[in-house]
């Protein structure tokens, strides 16, 4: 079942009052609100800098290693990357951040030494709406399925909350960092001076 459009929803009636327009703008108000509060919420998180909170060193673990089948049909593995830092990033293509951080991502893929690994995660039964996204990308993509299936990609890496989601390995194939919501360049190349700092 598909969440993304899921509101609560109202007992149907056939009494007067459940059709007087006045009385349904009412009951559809606070049902706008929440909407315009979580556009208002992505947008800010978007634009803020970076905080601790975001960032966690906690998450730091060695990498088991992840293998995957790109899009195109190309393998993904972890090992493949040695020597690079590797930024796997969970995103989602209803997400509106997620289109949002696309360049943020190209930005990133085409230092020398960083690769980003995207991974298309609840897109639902048709695969469509994730294969168009990905053309803007210019980096490889994963179909990984939904977070509710016991071998969807995030088992492979690390759990997934929320969209966008990332997480950072360094250069020797550890997992060392996990970035909540949406990343720049900038939070990235602090994220991995910090994580030189504790190695």
Same mark, same amino acid.
């Given at each position: 079942?598909?969440?993304?459009?899921? *509101?609560? &929803?109202?007992?149907? $009636?056939?009494?007067?009052?459940?059709?007087? /327009?006045?009385?349904?703008?009412?009951?559809?108000?606070? +049902?706008?609100?929440? #909407? =315009? *509060?979580?556009?208002?919420?992505?947008? +800010?998180? +978007?634009?803020? /800098? #970076?905080?601790?909170?975001?960032?966690?060193?906690?998450?730091?673990?060695?990498?088991? $290693?992840?293998?995957?089948?790109?899009?195109?049909g190309e393998q993904v593995r972890l090992s493949d990357y040695r020597g690079k830092w590797v930024l796997?990033?969970?995103?989602?293509?209803?997400?509106?951040?997620?289109?949002?951080?696309?360049?943020h991502l190209n930005q990133l893929d085409r230092r020398d030494d960083v690769?980003?690994? =995207?991974? #298309?995660?609840?897109? $639902?039964?048709? @695969?469509?709406?994730?294969?168009?996204?990905?053309?803007?990308?210019?980096?490889?993509?994963? *179909? =990984?399925?939904?977070?509710?299936? +016991?071998?969807?990609?995030?088992? @492979?890496? $690390?759990?997934?909350?929320?969209?966008?989601?990332?997480? *950072?390995?360094? /250069?020797?194939?550890?997992?060392?960092?996990?970035? &909540? =919501?949406?990343?720049?360049?900038?939070?990235?190349?602090?994220?991995?001076?910090?994580?030189?700092?504790?190695?």
């Amino acid at each position: 079942m598909d969440h993304r459009n899921t *509101l609560p &929803f109202e007992a149907s $009636g056939t009494d007067a009052r459940s059709t007087h /327009p006045a009385r349904a703008r009412k009951r559809r108000s606070p +049902l706008l609100g929440l #909407a =315009g *509060l979580g556009l208002l919420a992505g947008m +800010l998180a +978007l634009s803020a /800098p #970076a905080t601790a909170s975001r960032y966690s060193p906690a998450m730091a673990a060695p990498a088991k $290693g992840f293998a995957f089948s790109g899009m195109r049909g190309e393998q993904v593995r972890l090992s493949d990357y040695r020597g690079k830092w590797v930024l796997v990033n969970f995103w989602a293509p209803w997400c509106p951040i997620c289109r949002a951080e696309v360049p943020h991502l190209n930005q990133l893929d085409r230092r020398d030494d960083v690769s980003v690994v =995207g991974i #298309a995660m609840d897109y $639902g039964p048709d @695969q469509r709406d994730a294969l168009e996204m990905a053309r803007s990308m210019a980096f490889v993509n994963v *179909l =990984g399925g939904n977070r509710r299936e +016991l071998d969807n990609a995030s088992t @492979q890496v $690390g759990p997934v909350q929320l969209y966008p989601m990332s997480y *950072l390995y360094n /250069p020797q194939g550890e997992r060392v960092a996990q970035l &909540f =919501g949406p990343v720049t360049e900038d939070r990235v190349r602090r994220a991995m001076e910090s994580a030189d700092q504790v190695h």
